[in-house]
């Protein structure tokens, strides 16, 4: 089975500073592994996933996520936030059977 | 390409009501996933069909919820009768995947706003 922890239900950070966003996922399998962003009265769009391969991995809009098997994390990460970042963020763990399963959402939230 | 669509946008009921939501998927994706999102919370997988199957509907409360897609395409998710704690969004989403495409990520719809009065 697999499950997926989100470590801070909102975090803050001015504009410019640097975005992270922690996840813990546990799978008894070799898991693959997603971050999704929520925008308000929208569904959820991919930000970036990890399969194999490459443990640093490169999405959209300037994110970018590492893979830490010995820690069982995949943490989120953007070197500069824009006040466009403020939104609700997903990490989510898919392993054996195609089931998708999400962590509870990081709110970020931008100040100018 | 077409995303995900949903209708409708929003739905107000009262408790003991019933509502019914639609889905059609990207065309071409096999798998189709009806999430319940409170307000709050991640989503959390109501159900999964690849083609017209079940796969997982092991969260889906039986009693009041039920699901199908017909000829492997668009789908419906009812809700009967309708309870206060129903009140959510419903996500509908759909992928690529097979057998042979685990890492194929969810294309999400917008969403249907349930609120049960």
């Known amino acids: 089975a697999q499950s997926v922890t989100q470590l801070g239900s909102h975090v803050s950070v001015s504009e410019g500073a640097l975005v992270l966003l922690r996840c813990n996922y546990s799978?008894?399998?070799?898991?693959?592994l997603f971050w999704y962003v929520q925008y308000p009265n929208q569904g959820l769009q991919l930000l970036l996933k990890?399969?194999?391969?490459?443990?640093l991995v490169k999405g959209i809009n300037g994110f970018e996520a590492e893979f830490k098997k010995s820690e069982t994390s995949f943490h989120l990460t953007k070197p500069s936030a824009h006040m466009s970042d403020a939104a609700e963020y997903f990490c989510a763990v898919k392993g054996g059977g195609f089931k998708t399963i999400f962590g509870a959402g990081t709110r970020l939230f931008v100040k100018a | 390409e077409a995303g995900v669509a949903q209708s409708p946008r929003y739905k107000i009921i009262e408790k003991r009501q019933s509502v019914a939501f639609w889905c059609n998927p990207i065309?071409?994706?096999?798998?189709l996933y009806w999430y319940q999102q409170i307000l709050g919370q991640g989503p959390k997988l109501l159900i999964q069909f690849q083609n017209n199957g079940v796969v997982d509907d092991s969260q889906l409360p039986k009693d009041r919820f039920s699901a199908e897609r017909l000829k492997g395409v668009d789908s419906t998710l009812k809700i009967q009768p309708a309870k206060l704690e129903d009140s959510a969004v419903y996500l509908c989403?759909?992928?690529?995947?097979?057998?042979?495409?685990?890492?194929?990520?969810?294309?999400f719809g917008n969403g249907t706003r349930l609120t049960v009065t």
């Open positions: 990890y399969t194999t391969g490459a443990t």
């Open positions: 989403a759909s992928s690529a995947h097979s057998t042979g495409a685990q890492n194929s990520p969810l294309h």
């Open positions: 799978s008894s399998v070799p898991p693959y």
């Open positions: 065309s071409g994706h096999a798998t």
